[in-house]
Nanobody
């Protein structure tokens, strides 16, 4: 059974940092890409970052470039999203997603999400 489980969300002040984790299981990790998406109430879902596990290629939305870093521990099937210099507009529910390739639109499994709240 494919599973994606996020953790690491919480409440942080503007300028602070959080590290999200996505634990993947039930599939061959390096056959896929893992993306991070977020959705705030009343807003459209936004792709934040993605990593193609096979070669470590990474992608970022313009809104988070220079502040967020995606990484993986392939031995543990974990993907991390290090979020620095957080802003109130980063407040959202963050999801990790299994993708055929980054930004391909081939999303087939989603985690349950972890809430990130940034106070001003």
């Amino acid at each position: 059974e494919v599973q994606l489980v996020e953790s690491g969300g919480g409440l942080v002040q503007a300028g602070g940092f959080l590290r999200l984790s996505c634990a993947a299981s039930g599939f061959t990790f390096d056959d896929y890409a893992i993306g991070w998406f977020r959705q705030a109430p009343g807003k459209e879902r936004e792709g934040v970052s993605c990593m193609r596990i096979s070669d470590g290629s990474t992608y970022y939305a313009d809104s988070v470039k220079g502040r967020f870093t995606i990484s993986s521990d392939n031995a543990k099937n974990l993907v991390y999203l290090q979020m620095n210099s957080l802003k109130p507009e980063d407040t959202a529910n963050y999801y990790c997603v299994r993708e055929g390739n980054c930004w391909s639109g081939e999303y087939d499994y989603w985690g349950q999400g972890t809430q990130v709240t940034v106070s001003s």
